[in-house]
């Protein structure tokens, strides 16, 4: 079957399995059916004047627009059976059917999330979605688990360098208490003095 242009950076599946093409060839004989389900003689009775006084003509147009049809069918046909990739479902449901087969002739027993008609469709969904479920809820508990430990990490360094500056600004605030302490023992001087000893220490030194 022609699958047309789907898209330039994917190749278009092409159907392989007997299903698929069986149902291929189904369907382009419904479409030849349809195109070519009337005769001539419908075609004639359309323009009967025209018919009869160009009959080869009006054969040429009949075929023209038989053909027309046929292949306006066969090109909206595919568009939508590859909208929605119809062969590659179809091939995929094909092997479904001969694994069961194989299965069922091999007295395999059946998964526990095998289709069968008094299978609750949840129960199915459960059974493979459950697991993925909870590996996925470890991974995310490992994950959080690390970041749990790699944020108490950065809790604890940042209290220690909290605890350190409390320290420094500690020991620069007593400096500064002791430059004003003693700033205000020398402004407490009386000037005479001071200018007396700076007048003796300057003659003493050498």
Not at 145 to 159: G, Q
Not at 189 to 206: C, F, S, Y
């Amino acid at each position: 079957m022609r699958q047309g242009a789907a898209s330039t950076d994917e190749e278009v599946y092409q159907g392989t399995s007997i299903r698929w093409k069986h149902f291929d060839a189904s369907y382009k004989l419904a479409a030849k059916k349809v195109s070519m389900g009337w005769s001539y003689e419908d075609f004639a009775q359309c323009v009967p004047d025209w018919a009869e006084s160009n009959p080869e003509a009006a054969h040429d147009v009949f075929s023209q627009v038989s053909d027309y049809m046929y292949t306006t069918i066969i090109q909206q046909g595919e568009t939508v059976l590859l909208h929605y990739n119809a062969a590659r479902g179809i091939d995929e449901l094909h092997q479904t059917v001969l694994d069961a087969k194989t299965r069922a002739a091999t007295g395999e027993e059946p998964g526990m999330d095998t289709w069968r008609g008094t299978l609750d469709p949840n129960s199915a969904v459960r059974v493979r979605v459950t697991p993925v479920l909870q590996e996925e809820k470890q991974r995310l508990e490992t994950v959080l688990a690390e970041l749990e430990a790699e944020s108490n990490e950065l809790t604890a360094n940042l209290k220690q360098n909290e605890d350190r500056r409390a320290e420094n600004e500690g020991v620069a605030n007593k400096l500064l208490d002791a430059l004003e302490q003693a700033a205000a023992t020398f402004n407490a001087i009386p000037e005479e003095p001071v200018q007396m000893w700076t007048i003796e220490a300057q003659e003493g030194a050498p």
